[in-house]
């Protein structure tokens, strides 16, 4: 019998469970992955496992009968052995795709974490000779429904510390979407690498007006310094590995150095990026306050 399913990693997650969704819709069979099987969600043709990714035992048959694989963890002390464990899995199951969430600056010799890491896996995916596709989101829109959507809602205002620099954030949707186009049509993507943006660079200027547009409230974007956003991060108790990870995001971008825009949503989608305008509306809600 010809192997049909596809394996996803990372499915209780805020991708992961974009793409659940579409791949429930669309009535493919899908394995879908869990620590914990009390976080998953009931959806037709999806069938969920638990696993853990650092434990290589608990792969075993997960990925029996699935042609492709969804590759994504949160990075965590186990993130790369952990990472390896699936490739290796996947390489024992006789896996013919593999698309591997990745990182917009991923390089395994960056002197910064996150990057670091993800790098780490690519290069170490692209040895196994599995056909493989990467996906590397240079930013996400729904960051800001953490700490900045908090502030909205507060004082009307957030705080960042990119001063007028841009950025194409892109927004998940549009990640789980070309995720979706790769898993279900992989001879078009098989050994691609493609950095995720949005259609235009904004900066946070940009990013409060469309807030305030969908909110019908004005609020106000406060740049900072490096040194302050990173006092706030340490206030948070935010480990140092990470701190100097976001810090360097944030350099790049109040340099100018992130103001290039991708056209792989638009042409692998064959439609428009999500824009900013698109995030701010959708999410309303979420950035009004109670009062
Ligand atoms: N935010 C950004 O701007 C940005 C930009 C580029 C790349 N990224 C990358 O995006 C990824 C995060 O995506 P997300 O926000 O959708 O994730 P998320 O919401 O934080 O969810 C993480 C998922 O990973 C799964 N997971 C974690 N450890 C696991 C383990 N040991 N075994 C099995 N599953 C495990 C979790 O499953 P359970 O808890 O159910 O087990 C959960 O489904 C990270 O790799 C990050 O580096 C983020």
Redo the contacts with the bound molecule.
């Keep these: 019998m010809e192997n049909k399913r596809i394996a996803v990693?990372?499915?209780?997650?805020?991708?992961?469970s974009e793409l659940i969704n579409r791949l429930s819709q669309e009535k493919v069979e899908t394995i879908a992955?869990?620590?914990?099987l009390n976080?998953a969600t009931p959806h037709r043709f999806i069938k969920w496992v638990q696993?853990?990714?650092?434990d290589i035992q608990s792969l075993n048959t997960v990925m029996e009968n699935s042609k492709a694989v969804f590759l994504?963890?949160?990075?965590?002390p186990?993130f790369v052995e952990?990472q390896k464990n699936v490739i290796k899995a996947a390489k024992q199951s006789g896996i013919k795709h593999l698309v591997k969430?990745?990182?917009?600056a991923a390089d395994q010799n960056s002197a910064f974490y996150?990057p670091r890491i993800?790098g780490v896996v690519e290069d170490f995916l692209i040895k196994q000779g599995i056909p493989y596709t990467l996906l590397r989101?240079m930013?996400?829109m729904q960051?800001w429904l953490g700490e900045i959507a908090e502030n909205v809602k507060k004082e009307q205002k957030f705080y960042e510390a990119t001063g007028a620099g841009k950025r194409a954030h892109v927004d998940?949707r549009d990640i789980a979407e070309v995720a979706f186009k790769c898993l279900t049509e992989p001879e078009k993507h098989h050994n691609q690498v493609y950095s995720l943006s949005s259609d235009v660079a904004v900066n946070y200027y940009d990013v409060a007006e469309a807030i305030s547009k969908a909110i019908h409230k004005k609020v106000t974007y406060i740049p900072i310094s490096l040194d302050e956003a990173r006092q706030e991060m340490k206030r948070n108790g935010m480990p140092s590995a990470l701190i100097e990870t976001f810090i360097s995001y944030d350099a790049a971008q109040r340099n100018g150095e992130t103001e290039m825009v991708t056209d792989c949503v638009r042409t692998i989608l064959g439609k428009p990026a999500r824009t900013i305008e698109n995030f701010a509306k959708d999410y309303a809600d979420q950035f009004r306050s109670l009062a």
Excluded: E, Q
């Design positions: 990693f990372g499915a209780t997650g805020k991708i992961g992955v869990t620590r914990n976080k696993a853990d990714i650092s994504l963890s949160s990075p965590g186990d952990g969430l990745s990182s917009g996150i993800h989101p930013g996400i960051n998940l």
